[in-house]
């Protein structure tokens, strides 16, 4: 069973930085998919980065110059650096993982309990 495990969050003002990070075990396929989405209450969630398993990276253009994704040496960490934070990107912020960064992958994609950012 995959398991994901994020930490980093917190409470930041306006333009400061904050670094999330995410272990990931029990992930038994060669390729795959890692990433991070972020979701308010009542809101559908909003793809934020992805990374797969050939370093291909991808970063959603409403974040794009500010956050940065990147993988730990041992491929199974993978972290969101998050620069210029803006009260808008208050949000539950999540890791997760797929087979493949294909469509809306992180729709279906086995994620962890997340780690709340907020930003004032």
């Known amino acids: 069973q995959v398991q994901l495990v994020e930490s980093g969050g917190g409470s930041v003002q306006a333009g400061e930085s904050l670094r999330l990070s995410c272990v990931v075990s029990g992930y038994r396929y060669s390729t795959y998919c890692m990433g991070w989405f972020r979701q308010v209450p009542g809101n559908e969630r909003e793809p934020l980065a992805s990374?797969?398993?050939?370093?291909?990276?991808s970063v959603a253009d409403s974040v794009k110059g500010r956050f940065t994704i990147s993988q730990g040496t041992n491929k199974n960490t993978v972290h969101l650096q998050m620069n210029n934070l803006r009260a808008a990107d208050t949000a539950m912020y999540y890791c997760?993982?797929?087979?493949?960064?294909?469509?809306?992958?992180?729709?279906?994609?086995?994620r962890g309990r997340g780690t709340q950012v907020t930003v004032s």
């Open positions: 997760a993982t797929a087979t493949r960064c294909v469509g809306a992958w992180y729709k279906s994609a086995s």
């Open positions: 990374i797969d398993s050939d370093g291909r990276t």
